[in-house]
């Protein structure tokens, strides 16, 4: 158990609708991590939050939005979904956000548009 | 922009020896960690290189040549539970914080 907890573990939705991931880092991170993991694409960074703030983007879609809350915890949100949307979204988290820290990742949303 | 390269898929037997490639191409290289993941299950952190040399770690090794923009993640007497997908991942200064780039991970196959 990596300390980092995600829900929902699976979540079906149809096209058109829009979803809420949430993420709660582990004990004592500061940064939070989104990422997608698709069968043709692997793994790809989406956002990056330190303690509330936005500190890096990656290949996120203006569709997707995500916010870090006082209390540390994130959410992603996914709205007028596709089904190239249907994806593993990992977050993860390290203490300071650095980079140079190895990350701990959420066992993962599984999305399915249908 | 960076460009990450791994084999697809390597299959070993059990009690062997088995080398993972990773070539990157990028501006600013600041770093590259090997991950381990399971089938469906979440990336767990193996190795992490940041200078030239292997980094050895129990049954796994990590060697990176940054002038060759080379690593390779080194596994020995391999147990079935070794099969699993096996993520390079680069770290960019250019990226601004350091972000972590992955490659499409290798899927390896450890038979009896």
């Known amino acids: 158990d990596s300390g980092v907890t995600q829900t929902p573990k699976h979540l079906i939705t149809a096209t058109g609708q829009r979803v809420t991931l949430r993420c709660s880092p582990r004990?004592?991170?500061?940064?939070v991590y989104w990422y997608q993991q698709s069968l043709d694409q692997g793994l790809q960074f989406l956002i990056q939050y330190y303690n509330g703030e936005e500190r890096a983007k990656g290949n996120i879609l203006e569709r997707f939005s995500a916010q870090q809350f006082p209390d540390l915890h994130s959410e992603l949100n996914l709205s007028s979904l596709e089904l190239g949307d249907s994806a593993l979204y990992f977050c993860?988290?390290?203490?300071?956000?650095?980079?140079?820290?190895?990350?701990?990742f959420g066992s993962g949303t599984q999305l399915s548009v249908l | 922009g960076q460009n990450i390269d791994q084999p697809t898929e390597m299959t070993a037997t059990e009690g062997a020896i088995v080398q993972i490639n990773c070539t990157y191409q990028?501006?600013?290289?600041?770093?590259l960690f090997w991950y381990q993941q399971h089938a469906g299950e979440a990336p767990t952190f193996l190795s992490y290189?940041?200078?030239?040399g292997l980094e050895e770690k129990g049954r796994f090794s990590s060697f990176l040549s940054r002038s060759k923009g080379y690593s390779y993640l080194l596994l020995k007497e391999l147990q079935m539970k070794d099969s699993a997908s096996y993520l390079c991942a680069v770290r960019d200064r250019n990226s601004g914080y350091s972000t972590l780039t992955f490659g499409k991970g290798t899927m390896l196959l450890v038979s009896p």
């Open positions: 990028t501006s600013g290289f600041n770093g």
């Open positions: 993860a988290s390290s203490v300071e956000g650095t980079g140079f820290e190895k990350l701990f």
């Open positions: 290189n940041v200078l030239d």
């Open positions: 004990s004592g991170d500061l940064s």
